[in-house]
């Protein structure tokens, strides 16, 4: 049976540009862009010219990509012509494939936020398509407000999308702008739009007010849509926009979808999933989301031993989809809860083939038990538990040692009589006979130290130049009689891999410490650094 096209649009650059918080540079939209072509996606929508600078100076030139480079701006405003509207003047000069319009499509906003008639809303849709039409470029109407327009008065949110249909746009992206649609309202509706307008010319565009953004996408496909609107992990304001992490993989693995439909993301493409969400985080410099689905650290992770011995006999058994197939990893966690099947699946993974009658797993497992009880939390820190695996195998190198640490804060008033804190870190290191001291300063204690313990590691410093923190989290845990410190410490480094690395003590410097350390020569480890 042949598979209809259905095509993938993103608007993280524009619609999740919107979100608090979030200022991309030129050079965070270009390399956002080109890992958005290297995906597959069909359209990628860049911005808004003439509304700011940096999104002027992408439309400035000609992007080299494979994807539509798309401008958004509003459709002609009301009482001018098109040629006498700078907003418009601006869209139709900048260098894209294709411009997506935004216009009312509920009759209200059009009366109280545009403050004009119905009639000329229209004849703004068909004047601002047919301009952009005689530019050359392809059209999409995003119809604004269009599932709560059509509630109030569908005659005309339909007048608006089947004008721009009329008029030659190419897609017709019906909006669920104030997300509050649910996926069998989205479903009705846009079936009736598809008696209208074919659904090879119908988008949607979710937001997740009521968490369904993923699901209205759904539903519109279901009802005939062949473009789905959506932003990498999510992002957009408020509640975000449909997420087109979890969309892509559901379109390409789960049957129903696949069997009917094709999209512009290849089988390779989709490997490499995670590794793209992961590389949006480290740009808006968050931590990634470890619950998400498909993509998330959690997404693939069993806890129980029971579980865990039959995962490793059948995988299929605990998991929905392979978690290859979009760059994830089975994870089987090592909590005190574990079984020794637990241990031997991690060790497996991590690349050690143990026989699970060997005195070393129960002396591994006493270990993980002994520490979990006073803190420590391996299924969280990863790279912590393989360090420790490793060397109760005795396989961990003993690269350097720290022989002295002395970290200091001093609060003083500077010379513009402002009140000022100070971090100094000195560390003092032995990398096998040289003798190394390292003094940097921090906006914080861990900071300063992390910065000196990172400064010169001798011979061993081209190995960990790429290594980066990209979170760092502390919790107080009352174990037994007194209150301790828990930092976990996730790092990333050039390749994209994420470790994550514990400490605990009742000292938070020296909780950090650990962690940091650990972070250091797991990063030498991995990168087969000799001893
Ligand atoms: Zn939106």
Redesign the pocket.
């Known amino acids: 049976m042949s598979r209809e096209r259905l095509y993938l649009f993103d608007?993280t650059l524009r619609?999740g540009a919107q979100t608090n918080g979030v200022d991309f540079t030129l050079a965070d939209k270009l390399a956002i862009a080109r890992m958005l072509d290297e995906l597959g996606i069909d359209y990628i929508e860049a911005g808004y010219p003439g509304a700011n600078p940096i999104d002027t100076s992408f439309f400035a030139e000609k992007r080299p990509l494979q994807a539509r480079v798309t401008a958004f701006g509003m459709t002609r405003r009301p009482g001018r012509s098109t040629s006498n509207d700078p907003g418009l003047a601006a869209l139709l000069a900048a260098e894209a494939d294709a411009i997506c319009f935004v216009a009312k499509s509920w009759d209200y906003h059009v009366r109280v936020a545009l403050e004009t008639t119905n009639e000329e809303n229209l004849a703004s849709i068909r004047d601002s398509v047919r301009a952009a039409k005689a530019k050359g470029r392809e059209v999409l109407l995003d119809c604004e407000h269009f599932f709560d327009g059509y509630k109030a008065n569908p005659a005309y949110a339909l007048a608006c999308a089947k004008t721009a249909y009329d008029e030659g746009a190419r897609w017709v992206v019906l909006?669920d702008?104030n997300g509050g649609t649910l996926p069998h309202e989205v479903e009705k509706i846009v079936g009736e739009v598809c008696k209208q307008i074919p659904g090879d010319h119908v988008g949607i565009?979710a937001?997740n007010d009521t968490e369904q953004a993923v699901a209205n996408s759904f539903a519109a496909v279901r009802a005939g849509a062949r473009q789905i609107q959506g932003t990498l992990n999510g992002l957009?304001e408020r509640c975000g926009?449909a997420n087109l992490v979890s969309i892509i993989p559901t379109l390409k693995l789960k049957a129903d979808y696949a069997g009917k439909f094709d999209i512009g993301v290849s089988d390779e493409a989709l490997g490499h999933l995670a590794r793209v969400s992961h590389a949006l985080d480290d740009i808006l410099n968050r931590a990634a989301d470890r619950h998400a689905p498909y993509v998330g650290e959690s997404a693939f992770a069993t806890k129980a031993g029971i579980h865990a011995s039959a995962i490793m006999k059948e995988p299929k058994t605990y998991e929905h989809v392979a978690p290859e197939a979009v760059g994830n990893k089975r994870k089987l966690l090592v909590s005190d809860q574990s079984g020794r099947s637990n241990l031997l699946a991690e060790l497996d993974r991590i690349g050690f083939s143990i026989d699970k009658d060997d005195v070393r797993l129960g002396r591994l497992l006493d270990e993980v038990k002994e520490r979990e009880a006073v803190g420590y939390a391996y299924e969280a820190a990863d790279a912590s538990f393989e360090l420790l695996a490793r060397r109760l195998l005795g396989k961990v190198p003993h690269y350097f040692e720290v022989e002295k640490f002395d970290v200091n804060v001093e609060q003083r008033i500077n010379a513009k009589g402002e009140r000022v804190s100070v971090s100094q870190a000195v560390v003092k290191l032995k990398v096998g006979d040289e003798e190394l001291i390292s003094v940097a300063e921090g906006n914080g204690p861990v900071n300063a130290l992390d910065l000196a313990l990172r400064k010169d590691l001798g011979k061993y410093q081209s190995y960990i130049t790429g290594l980066e923190l990209t979170d760092y989290r502390v919790r107080i845990l009352n174990a037994g009689t007194e209150a301790v410190t828990r930092v976990l410490i996730e790092s990333a480094d050039e390749s994209g891999d994420h470790w994550t690395t514990v400490g605990v003590s009742s000292n938070i410097i020296d909780a950090s410490f650990q962690a940091l350390m650990d972070s250091i020569v797991y990063k030498l480890v991995k990168s087969g650094a000799p001893a």
Request: include cysteine.
């Open positions: 608007t619609d909006c702008t565009h937001h957009g926009n």
